[in-house]
């Protein structure tokens, strides 16, 4: 059976189960796996680059926001805004009495992305992240998830289906596939990125 579309998931799904009262539930056993995947897989189709312009203490993060891959000063000849903790933030501002000038470290602080020095003027900055994989249901039909690796999908939402339908008894041999499924996408990002050369060592050269 192939599964290219949010439909043929679905039936996917009520197909492993044997089941043909599922169709309310199902929608949500796939929710929930997409909270698992977003948490748990990290590919290079999950990138995305932002650009805008920062011009005070705070900054709003997108809404698809995960995680921070990069940021970069683009007025200051791209150069990179280093992540600190927010207690070296809180540190550095003590110290040098909240000093204002151009960004060169940066903290996601409630949500958002804080800099500093406190931006002086208006600088443009480029953020590249890990974005949320895009949620199957209304006019989304398929995504590069489900393309590629409908089994992540398959396995996940039916992680979700045992408890609901009292079959803990499941959850072991959906878990070990949905693992196995969610290694091979992180492996095969590592792989498209690096090829066979593995990851080098960083070297600053600033």
């Given amino acids: 059976m192939a599964?290219?579309?949010?439909?043929?998931?679905?039936?996917a799904i009520a197909d492993f189960?044997?089941?043909?009262?599922?169709a309310a539930v199902i929608p949500t056993f796939i929710s929930l796996a997409e909270a698992d995947i977003n948490r748990m897989v990290r590919h290079w189709r999950?990138?995305?680059?932002t650009s805008f312009e920062m011009s005070s203490r705070y900054s709003t993060l997108p809404a698809d926001f995960l995680e921070v891959i990069r940021l970069e000063n683009v007025s200051d000849d791209a150069r990179p805004i280093e992540l600190i903790s927010q207690g070296e933030m809180q540190a550095r501002r003590y110290r040098n009495l909240d000093t204002s000038g151009s960004p060169t470290y940066y903290a996601v602080t409630a949500g958002k992305i804080e800099a500093y020095p406190t931006p002086?003027?208006?600088?443009?900055?480029?953020?590249?992240y890990y974005a949320k994989t895009q949620s199957l249901g209304g006019d989304t039909t398929t995504n590069w998830l489900l393309e590629y690796f409908p089994d992540a999908y398959l396995y996940s939402a039916l992680i979700h289906s045992a408890p609901y339908l009292q079959e803990d008894n499941r959850i072991q041999t959906w878990a070990a596939l949905q693992q196995n499924a969610l290694n091979s996408i992180n492996a095969d990002s590592e792989k498209s990125k690096?090829?066979?050369?593995?990851?080098?060592?960083?070297?600053?050269a600033y």
């Fill in 3 to 11: 599964i290219t579309t949010y439909t043929e998931l679905k039936s």
């Fill in 120 to 128: 002086d003027n208006t600088y443009a900055v480029d953020l590249y």
């Fill in 17 to 22: 189960l044997n089941r043909d009262d599922l």
């Fill in 46 to 49: 999950m990138e995305k680059i």
């Fill in 194 to 204: 690096f090829g066979g050369s593995g990851r080098r060592m960083k070297i600053r």
